[in-house]
């Protein structure tokens, strides 16, 4: 079943911050956060596994509330370059499989 | 290492055409995946392979198959396209659980 984001789309300008929520009605186990620009292939940020493991840029934060089933992303002083559609994926406990939610867009402006 | 690539790169079918997307890694991954990705629907999955021999379905599988010729290769197959399958396919693949997915530049697909 597909996670949830929220919000669908943010509007950001330049040093604001912005979090990105991903929510499942299924226990997560692990969470998988990319960025896909326009045209182009997602590339990874960050994954958090249950248990507090995690693996990602230093630049990226994120938090995992395994009890909740809720992942967030936290961009702080945005930039330019962080503008594009962010997604989570999720991963249950036994089966090797990544799925996807819907995308929150995030354009950051001037 | 070229990591993930995937052929064609873009492709227009008509309706009833057959067509195989091809996807190879040369990261040693065990696991592979094929997504399709929509304006708004996100990255939904059609099928993947957990390890060498063996294929699963995912979230959007009809009108498919896959076949996971060796470690390194995993191919779609569209048997008769429909308007429908229009869309962006991105193969991916990672070393298992908990690890990094690493996707290919995608294959964008137009069925008239």
């Known amino acids: 079943q597909q996670p949830v984001q929220s919000p669908q789309a943010v509007i950001l300008r330049e040093g604001e911050d912005a979090v990105i929520n991903c929510s499942s009605s299924k226990a997560l186990y692990s969470v998988h956060w990319y960025r896909q620009k326009h045209g182009e292939a997602p590339v990874f940020l960050m994954i958090?596994?249950?248990?507090?493991e995690q693996k990602g840029h230093e630049k990226i934060s994120a938090s995992f509330n395994e009890k909740k089933q809720q992942s967030s992303l936290y961009l702080t002083a945005s930039q330019l370059s962080y503008s594009g559609t962010y997604f989570c994926g999720t991963e249950g406990p036994s089966y090797d499989k990544v799925i996807f939610g819907p995308g929150t867009s995030l354009s950051v402006i001037p | 290492n070229a990591g993930v690539t995937q052929t064609p790169k873009f492709q227009v079918l008509k309706t009833g055409q057959s067509m195989t997307l091809q996807c190879a890694q040369d990261m040693n991954h065990n696991s592979m995946y094929w997504y399709r990705q929509d304006p708004g629907m996100g990255l939904r999955l059609i099928y993947y392979s957990a390890s060498e021999g063996t294929t699963d379905k995912g979230e959007v599988p009809n009108g498919y198959n896959v076949s996971r010729l060796n470690k390194r290769e995993f191919s779609l197959r569209l048997e008769s396209a429909a308007p429908s399958q229009t869309s962006v396919y991105f193969c991916a693949s990672h070393l298992g659980w908990g690890d990094t997915q690493y996707f290919g530049p995608g294959t964008r697909l137009t069925v008239l």
């Open positions: 958090l596994l249950k248990g507090g």
